[in-house]
């Protein structure tokens, strides 16, 4: 007989973990998850994959919030605006700033801990994170982002998490790998598959590449790109344990 395998035991402290799509989160959990559906992680956390963008980010957030978590966590990939990030380095900024210019804080000692664990053992980045409100696909959209903000990164989903956490009274943390590279435009191939959840849809992308198969090389140097930031996340998640470092009243270190 076939031995069933028994769901994660819900942890004493569920944090609501928040992915913009379900294959970054194959970096918490074996199997992909639809979008927009609430599963556990390995160690039992609600996790939802958002779809891309401040609005599906904010649903999602407010659905984490009606599970009674004690914390909600922005994890997934951004996109540098500097050259010194790498895919693979890791984001874990001390201030995000909103495309409306508010600024939000995450938790201090639940970013204190978090980059404790990570100290020398990752690539990390603390600097400022930059919303956006659509894909920033051009090198010259990066360079623009980059001087209105002096931010070193941008993703679309962190700073709506924060402002859900705000209005709730919860603390919040974001964790985000770079996913690509300064000097790379996002293939069109890609841009012309997504969906409106961000999402590459595989047959339109595959049908564009036929026709366009030059676009090749960009799209090996993104795929290969994603899968440093997949590696960075993993590591950051066996370096932060079962609670992602969520401060406790009793810490053990």
Not at 61 to 76: K, Y
Not at 118 to 129: A, E, G, V
Not at 187 to 192: G, L, Q, S
């Given at each position: 007989m076939k031995k069933l395998r028994a769901r994660p035991k819900p942890p004493h402290n569920p944090i609501g973990v928040l992915v913009a799509l379900p294959d970054e989160a194959q970096s918490l959990r074996r199997f992909k998850p639809g979008c927009g559906r609430l599963v556990r992680t390995g160690d039992g956390h609600h996790l939802i994959a958002s779809g891309a963008g401040p609005d599906h980010a904010r649903r999602a957030?407010?659905?984490?919030?009606?599970?009674?978590?004690?914390?909600?966590?922005?994890?997934?990939c951004a996109g540098a605006?500097?050259?010194?990030?790498?895919?693979?380095?890791?984001?874990?900024?001390?201030?995000?700033?909103?495309?409306?210019?508010?600024?939000?804080?995450?938790?201090?000692?639940?970013?204190?801990?978090?980059?404790?664990a990570?100290?020398?053992?990752?690539?990390?980045?603390?600097?400022?994170?930059a919303e956006s409100a659509h894909v920033v696909a051009t090198v010259a959209a990066k360079q623009a982002l980059r001087a209105a903000t002096q931010a070193t990164a941008v993703d679309m989903e962190s700073a709506a998490l924060a402002r859900v956490a705000r209005e709730h009274g919860l603390p919040f943390l974001v964790v985000r790998a770079i996913a690509d590279h300064w000097t790379l435009d996002m293939?069109?191939?890609?841009?012309?598959a997504l969906n409106r959840r961000g999402e590459v849809r595989l047959l339109w992308l595959l049908a564009y590449t036929l026709v366009h198969p030059g676009q090749v090389p960009q799209l090996v140097a993104l795929g290969r790109a994603f899968e440093s930031a997949l590696q960075a996340l993993r590591a950051a998640k066996a370096h932060s344990g079962a609670d992602f470092c969520f401060p406790t009243p009793n810490p053990d270190f």
């Open positions: 957030a407010l659905r984490l919030v009606q599970q009674g978590v004690s914390g909600l966590m922005s994890w997934g605006l500097v050259p010194g990030l790498q895919p693979g380095y890791l984001v874990i900024p001390q201030t995000l700033l909103g495309a409306d210019g508010e600024r939000f804080a995450p938790d201090p000692a639940w970013h204190e801990r978090f980059a404790w990570l100290d020398k053992k990752l690539s990390t980045s603390t600097d400022l994170l293939p069109k191939a890609v841009t012309f």
